[in-house]
């Protein structure tokens, strides 16, 4: 293929792309998490985050405790009833583009915690991008997770499209 | 007095003794015995529904208290019955513990307490309708929220009697249940005047998951996962605690080795906990190099635990009778290697923090609980040690050979963050001595009780004798079969007494189960603790009790 545009003037020192490729791929390489913590599940992300596993190698150890401010939601442990508006007040207050990653059983489905408290998976209130499984995920899955959310906001894939028509009523929503 | 009521059991082993009182007694017999017989500290107060009981009872509910005296040495359980429509007298004005485990007992059960200074719920939310520990309430019955409590009918009381009569020049502040600092999912609701705290509330159960209600349709050997997920930074302490509270009521020990394998893992898992609290407690005092420092340890750790059960986090290690297998053949080089780190760890961060001028005065006098307030609000573990008082469960009821070991219990003199951090780090040691001293002397032979209608037996008698396949098979199918009683024990676990009560009526799956999670005391007292302080000092407060809200919440 024949090179065209400012490459052909200046050689390999320039790229010619979209102004929405280079934003994709400078998000994809800093996602900023805010890790919504509440059990076993956030035990297993402080090692995600510490030297082992080192989640900084793919560029998302900024983590923030401000929604304002992050990009990604992590929500890692039990979401009980309790907890939901919370939950979803946090997301709400998170700015788009945002992506949301729920990691381990209990923030999927409940997990083993079939009872009157428990909240039967987070996609009852916000809208997931991401499921992890594992009780807890192992940290490895974590990191898949964040290299699956990292892809899927990358590449303008039929997701994206889909997910900017989504219409996502929870049962908060009134 | 006491001699009038009438006198049941009387367990031999362990010196408890256990009364039924009438309701209207209650308060009268615990007000004598607190200051007639020492009983000094509140163990725990819980109800029992008998609605769907095997045998009937006199009367619908029973309320149980369980009492220690100065010695911790005796344990006393009264129980009064009693029916949904009758009134309880609060003992709140005796025990400061109280005031949570009534609210719980409320909140649970439908029981009201007359002269509570609030009872409301504790564990479930505001919206919540019905009482979800009755036998009557459905188990997956859940009920959304929708709003969350603004605390405020707590807070303006309190603000009035320090004569704020209007709020004009507080700020309000919310710390958790999504903060940082919150370790966890624990809600600090505080007024400030600048940057000191003038009324602080407490608000938790954001991760209460139903664990006593899940327990009562789960045979006993199923209930061993949900342990796991109290206090998750140390799960196999509560496999323990648990496993060794129904070995008790079937009557049987394990076998030496299976005691001494106890023993191993459980200071292990001491080890880490202790670790994880500190290196939190640290990188809340800014001091990030510690996290690292402390936290990698653990990495070693985990490694060592999946190799040996197939876990990193929630290790599900332990059965009823035993443990799921013995030590694998290296594990001793693993668990010096493991050792090592964490000594270097300790090492590194305390060559740090010991004689930093900034760490000690971040901490000392920060937080301050006095040995008698700490006992009277039902601390145990290094918390109450913190504070200067000896006990611990591993010298007071030795269990699993305890008493033979050569190790210390580490004692504090302030009970200020500084003392419960340092308390922390010396415990580790001590347990590194424990462990040592195991390892040396491990026993061999069996791990686990040889009866199979406790523990399975051997694949290979499963599948090739009918005696083998109908053991596994009535124990998967019906569980172990634990004798109708009701029975407390308790070990020490990271956090200090962590305890089980269990109702049994005869089959495979406990009638009712409650847990006396340690942190719960802790985190009443909070409030206390950082009214008059600096908001910064607050968070250090919070960190230092090493409040686990899986296991405050259950
Ligand atoms: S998925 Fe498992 S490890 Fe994670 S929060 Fe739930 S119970 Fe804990």
Redesign the interface.
Known sequence: MAVTGEEAIYGDSVITTKLDSAIAWARESSMWPYI?????C???F??VA???FDISRFGAEVVR?SPRQADLLIIA??V???????LKK?YDQMTEPKWVMSAGA?ACSGG?????????GVDEIIPVDVYISG??P?PEAFLEGLMQIQKLQAKPTKYLKKRAKREFKG??DA | MLSQCEKKIEFSKTKNSRYIVKLKDIKRAIKFLKQEKNYNFLVDITAVDYLDFCEPKQKRFAIIYLLKDDSFDNLLVLKAYLNEDEIIDSITDLYEGANWSEREVWDQYGLKFKNHPNLKRILNHKEFVGHPLRKDYPMTKGQLCTKTDDLMDEMTPKLKAKGYENHDDLMFLNLGPAHPASHGTIRTFVALEGETIVGAVNEIGYLHRGFEKSCENHTYNQIIPYTDRLNYCSAILNNIAFAHTVEQMLGVELPDRGQFIRVIIGELSRIIDHLVCLAANLVDMGALTNYWYLYNPRETAYQLLSKLTGARLTNSYMRIGGMTHDLYDGFEDDLKECIKDVEKGMHDTLSLIEHNRIFQDRAQNIGIVTGDEAINRGWSGPNLRASGVNYDVRVNHPYYHYDTFDFDVVVGSQGDVYDRMMVRFEEIRQSIKIIDQAMKTLPGGSYSVADHSITFPLKKNVYSNIEGLMNQFKLVSEGVKVPNQEFYSSIEAANGELGFYIVSDGSGTPYRVKVRPPCFFSMATLSAMVEGEMIADAVLSLGSLNIIAGELDR
């Open positions: 919504f913590g509440t059990a076993c956030a035990i297993e402080m090692s510490s030297s082992k405790f442990g039990t009980s009833y309790k907890q939901a508006p919370i946090i209990c083993f915690y079939d009872n009157y408290t428990t909240m039967q009780c807890p192992r049962r908060l």
